[in-house]
């Protein structure tokens, strides 16, 4: 069938929409002026400024802090888990539940864990941030590494257990490697989505230990500064090149299996 | 013969055991945590709305109906109304401007299609409030659309701190969830379907209402609700690009948490979020199994 | 009457279709036969306006064809997948063409009513795609395509998908519709015995080229290019150079054939495997000796393999029933000269 030409408009607004923003922030990030709007002359001024900004480097300290640990807390209890939920339960009230901390709006999760901290009395700080954002991580984990599993050779696992391999045994030496793929996918899905979280990490964190989105959220609530430019054009490089290193590494996975 | 069904069941027995070490082993550790960060802070959510609210916050546990009559008082529900709106309009601007992307996409040759997409995602994948402040950066009083307009002898507007850009703001950060299970139906089409229909005679148009609209409903009503699901309870947009009034539901439930310190109201709001969502969640499934 | 000339078509370097010319009667049973690739169904869907060729003309009975969209084209096509539409039932899918000639309601409910009595569906009018076995889902599929009454309908690859029993219904079924309704059918096939029990005529298609143009037993009997020779049916082929009493072959001597094609014209000859006579023993005589390397029995005739000295592939003989010559036996293979086909090579 052909493709009908006038399809073509929406299909370049669409892209226009997108990246215009984008491309306007990248470049204004060089403007050598004061002001975040009107282009004055080419500089990198404003990230020698970022560069000296404490309370950027403490935000993006406390980010990735949280963003790990609650990646390796995720990664391990989701792979577990989905192994779980595919080889040992046919519960679909507990697929319904892994799933949930996915569908769930930010805001209903973010004042539920806010209540429930004061409830146990617990202060805030990184680690309730952590945790909190192991609860989302865990389902994307969950989700990602049981995809794979369904699409995993069942015989292989069984031949194991047939030349008398434990099912510790098959798990780690069976099971796992075969998981591998999926399991890394889901734990750079777990670390990215930490990473940009904001609502959640705005009600657990504590005011003294604001997370990089947090200070970029009172930045540009209290104000729009030329900073902000260069910091975003900085997490926009760092984006971009994860994703397209992760969909080249895929499509060499894909082009190898 | 008796020798065989004892060892039988011992081995039933010994293999029972070594299921249940496995669910114990695999799902105990994911499914206490649940339990105690996802399912018991819900539970709590959902029970303060039956609760009275403390003199200087937290609760007084004494049963009311009073958060719910509250829901009902125009000045909350002109903004649960309003957030409905303007996340439908997100979503229909979406869904419009999504489709005939997806269904581009969807026909490139295979080159193509996987570039496409990935540049649909990539804005995706980009921290959610850099892309919202390049907004403010082309829209604001001074911003570049402004001064292009002013090169031109027009304006200055004001474009920020409105419904409009809120909207705006809505479409520009979930189009991609808009585009991807669209095109994901529209590919998994049968193209013979389409051809099928021209050859009895239909045109572009009809073959479209007739055979191409029905069939990828699914992901039409997925793209739908993966748009207006996190733009109804959305508070950072409409703070930022619409001016910082309480102007849709989640700065609602946002300021009684943080502000006003109504926790028993403010887990109300939540709730009429969360039941809005059942019901489209409902009318995915309805939709997906009609399909 | 459906005129096409001299249509070419390419796709990148590959050659689809190379100045296809030809005339395709009125009411006849029409077949487009070849191996995938061979631009068959590049023409079909050129036909039914999906593509366009690079240049060309397509007439049906003296109108232009090719300046039409698809959708305008007095023209159906009957999908190798169906193309059923999965969510409409059996009688929205018949009746969806006669929707969009916009013809008055009771007209669409009798003439869908109809068809459906004609292919024996009328029980599932109800029912989805899904529902039907394979054979119905075809039914379905040419209802909806006949009941427009086209002046011309194609059918790519019709029985592909149906196995064996069920083929064999269809095949009789659709040629008595193709005599009720009279109109042309072009089938698209790769199957030569579909495309010789259907048809009136075959055309044979290799590397985007018509080969032949034939009725069926002229085609099988006398292949007029190599392609043909060793494409349709199961040939015996000997190469070598044309002479007064058949092929002076390379290697196995002189082969009776008859041909009016000039003495020393580099030729192939074709001997079908039923026309090779066999007799058992040394010492008969026989234009071919040698032994039997194999024989099969396929129930109504066994196919012998026999390895001449000088040739590297066996011959084939096929004989009526079952046949009391074992493996390793000498025999010796004979035919009328009137069964030697010389090709021109």
Known sequence: MRRPRLLYVPFWATYLFLYAPIAVLVFMSFNSGDSPYSFEGFSLKWYGELAGNAEIRHGLVNTLVVALGATVLATVLGTLLAVGMARHSRSKLLDAVSVLPAVLPDLVLAIGLLVFYGMIKMTLGLHSVLLAHTVFGMAFVAAVVRTRLTHADTSLEEASRDLGAGPVTTFLRITLPQLAPGIAAGALLAFTLSVDEFVIAFFTAAPTEPTLPIVIYSMVRFGVTPEINALATLLLAVSFTVVIVAQRMTRLTESLS | ?291 | MLQITGVSRRFGDVTALADVSLEIRQGEFFALLGPSGCGKTTLLRILAGFESPDSGAVTLDGEDLLGRPAHRRPVNLMFQSYALFPHMTVARNVAYGLEREKLPKAEVRSRVAEVLEKVGLSAMAGRRPQQLSGGQRQRVALARAIVKRPRLLLLDEPLSALDKKVRAEMQLELKRLQHEVGITFVVVTHDQEEAMSLADRIAVFSAGRVEQVDAPVALYERPRTPFVAGFVGANNIFSGRACSVGLASDGLGVLPGSSDLPDGTPALLAVRPERLRLDGGRDGEGVLKGEVADVSFYGGVSHVSVAVPGRAEPVLAATQGATPIRAGAQVNLSWAAGDGVLVPQ
């Not at chain 2, 309009?89 to 570039?115: E, F, H, N, Q, S």
């Not at chain 2, 439930?253 to 943080?258: A, E, W």
């Not at chain 2, 709001?269 to 997906?288: F, N, P």
């Open chain 2, 1 to 291: 013969m008796t020798r065989s069904t004892v060892s039988g069941a011992a081995a039933a027995s010994r293999s029972r055991r070594s299921r249940a070490l496995g669910r114990l082993v695999f799902l105990g550790p994911g499914l206490t945590y649940l339990i105690v960060l996802l399912l018991i802070p819900l539970a709590l959510v959902l029970s303060y709305t039956l609760f009275r609210r403390g003199r200087f916050g937290g609760v007084v546990y004494e049963a009311t109906g009073e958060n719910f009559t509250r829901l009902f008082d125009p000045l909350y529900l002109d903004v649960i109304l309003g957030s409905l709106r303007l996340a439908t309009i997100a979503t229909v601007i979406a869904l419009l401007v999504g489709y005939p992307t997806a269904y581009l996409i969807a026909m490139l040759p295979r080159k193509w299609k996987t570039v496409a997409l990935v540049a649909i995602v990539l804005p995706f994948w980009t921290n959610f409030l850099v892309r919202i402040y390049a907004w403010i950066v082309l829209l604001s009083g001074p911003g570049l659309v402004n001064s292009t307009l002013g090169e031109l002898g027009l304006g200055p507007f004001e474009f920020l701190y409105n419904q409009g850009t809120i909207v705006t703001g809505l479409v520009y950060s979930y189009l991609p969830l808009m585009v991807l299970p669209l095109y994901a139906a529209i590919e998994k089409l049968d193209p013979q379907l389409r051809e099928a229909s021209a050859n009895l005679g239909a045109r572009p148009a009809r073959t479209f209402v007739s055979v191409t609209l029905p069939l990828t409903l699914p992901g039409v009503v997925t793209g739908c609700l993966f748009v207006f699901v996190p733009s109804f309870g959305n508070f950072i947009i409409p703070e930022l690009l619409g001016g910082g009034r309480s102007i849709m539901v989640g700065n609602l439930i946002r300021d009684q948490f943080l502000k006003a310190r109504d926790w028993p109201f403010g887990s109300t709001l939540a709730l009429a979020l969360i039941a809005v969502l059942v019901v489209l969640l409902l009318l995915q499934a309805w939709s997906a199994r009609r399909a």
